[in-house]
């Protein structure tokens, strides 16, 4: 009877142990099946209404060019070439100052800026103002790139109408900002050429003249008030 019993007790513990290795390895089976499962879940691909979302969010992040922009830009570029060509030693305001320095109380009649204008037989940035008083004609350039001048005097004994053509300076916007308004009205490609400040019709306006090639225009400025007045354009020819 022991043996019998004995025998029975060892193979009852042999299907237990063989029953316990079987759920570890079915566990182990399951836990694999479970976490390539969960690898499926993450790698899988994006569905259409994912890659919709990013070709918007692609799409909205894309800047375009409006033309307000474009506009923008064009006329920052004329402020540029503007500013380049004004790009001197002296301003209008310090042309002014010289002549009157030179001639207290004198009238001027006459005052113009060139890009390339004479100035001891070499072109450069010229001022040319004229005017007069009682006791002759004056004449002053001034080379506006390195600040040198040449004056002119034609004396006269008796000079009685010389405040008949006196342009009021004190009245007027500066040259530099009359021919800010102006690039706003010239040609793309245009270049600034001449200044000039003239009375028209009894107006009193700044010219100022642009060039490109044979082709030129000449915008008006009120000078009193800086307002654009109209612009006249033709060739050299």
Not at 33 to 62: F, H, I, R
Not at 149 to 172: A, G, R
Request: charged share 30%.
């Amino acid at each position: 009877m022991k043996k019998i019993w004995t025998l029975i007790m060892g193979t009852a513990a042999l299907l237990a142990v063989s029953g316990c290795a079987n759920n570890d390895a079915n566990g182990g089976s399951n836990n694999s099946s479970a976490s390539s499962s969960a690898a499926s879940v993450s790698q899988a691909p994006s569905t259409d209404d994912d890659q919709e979302s990013t070709a918007v969010t692609s799409s909205t992040s894309t800047s375009t060019a409006t033309p307000e922009t474009a506009s923008s830009t064009s006329a920052a570029d004329g402020a540029g070439t503007v500013a380049e060509a004004l790009n001197q030693k002296v301003d209008f305001k310090q042309a002014v100052a010289k002549f009157q320095e030179l001639h207290p109380g004198a009238a001027i009649h006459d005052l113009e800026w060139e890009a390339e204008g004479m100035y001891q037989d070499q072109k450069t940035k010229r001022f040319k103002i004229e005017g007069e008083d009682a006791k002759g004609e004056y004449e002053l350039t001034i080379d506006a790139v390195v600040n040198t001048s040449h004056d002119h005097t034609d004396h006269e004994d008796d000079n009685d109408d010389w405040q008949e053509d006196q342009l009021p300076i004190d009245e007027v916007v500066t040259m530099e900002a009359a021919v800010q308004e102006a690039a706003k009205h010239a040609s793309e490609g245009y270049r600034l050429k001449k200044i000039e400040l003239d009375e028209d019709d009894g107006h009193l306006i700044w010219s100022v003249k642009f060039n490109q090639d044979r082709q030129w225009q000449d915008v008006k400025i009120d000078a009193k008030t800086g307002d654009y007045l109209r612009t006249a354009a033709g060739d050299d020819d």
